[in-house]
């Protein structure tokens, strides 16, 4: 019988007047569930029909093209194929809409099995391995302020509270074509795998974010650490999926 258990959640946040944040959590098989989380931009319906539009369009996608028996050279196409429609629909719909001219999303899709995780990812929305005591960010941001770091320029402790820490460099919807990287996690046994918002991600440390993972059973982990994003001011929307096939140690 497979470990593997998944939750989601997502709340508005302390500032924002609407949730542009979309999640799935699913179950494709008794050995294999999918995670995805989008985080739109464009203005207020832009945001959210981005987001939405884009998580509909890639699990239509994947339902379609899934089979338990896939090659990792099969479901890496798969994955860009989903990912790649929905960064076409959402493209397309902007173009139909005058004021949704721009809008876009980040999007983040991890296809988790017993033995091995798959991520899609494209822009600042964040995938992290959690493994007994570690916590590894998996993914790397498409951000201004991680290109600044990447270069040596400022420390990422100075990227977390630079002025420009919201400018995203690559995005979902936003032009015809999407660069989207493609990571491949063996061994993921007894692995914890979150993806989060920067609404998570920017006011929460990657340490707060372990000492919940590590002390929270997992079926509360995605409203504590939405508890604890907004207790330091919930400044965005907040989205976690988490994704675990870890043995949790008995109450």
Request: with cysteine.
């Amino acid at each position: 019988m497979s470990k593997l258990q998944l939750f989601g959640n997502t709340d508005i946040g302390m500032r924002r007047s609407s949730n542009q944040d979309a999640y799935v959590a699913q179950r494709l098989d008794e050995s294999t569930v999918l995670g995805i989380l989008c985080d739109g931009m464009g203005g207020v319906n832009g945001g959210q029909i981005a987001s939405a539009l884009a998580i509909s369009t890639i699990v239509d996608v994947i339902r379609q093209e899934y089979h338990p028996k896939m090659t990792v050279g099969a479901i890496r196409t798969m994955l860009m194929h989903a990912v790649s429609s929905g960064n076409s629909a959402v493209y397309l719909r902007s173009k139909e809409r005058e004021g949704l001219s721009g809008m876009g999303t980040t999007c983040d899709v991890v296809l988790f099995s017993d033995q091995a995780a798959y991520i899609a990812h494209v822009g600042d929305s964040r995938v992290y391995l959690k493994r007994q005591q570690t916590l590894v960010q998996a993914t790397h941001d498409h951000s201004y302020v991680q290109s600044l770091v990447d270069s040596g320029k400022i420390t990422p402790e100075e990227a977390r509270v630079h002025a420009q820490k919201n400018i995203i460099t690559r995005v979902v919807g936003v032009d015809p074509m999407v660069e989207v990287d493609f990571l491949v996690i063996q061994h993921a046994v007894n692995t914890g795998i979150l993806l989060c918002s920067d609404g998570l991600s920017g006011p929460c440390t990657d340490e707060e974010i372990l000492d919940v993972l590590c002390h929270t059973p997992a079926k509360e982990v995605c409203d504590t650490l939405i508890a604890r994003a907004n207790a330091a001011g919930g400044p965005d929307n907040i989205t976690v999926v988490y994704l675990t096939n870890e043995e949790e140690e008995p109450a």
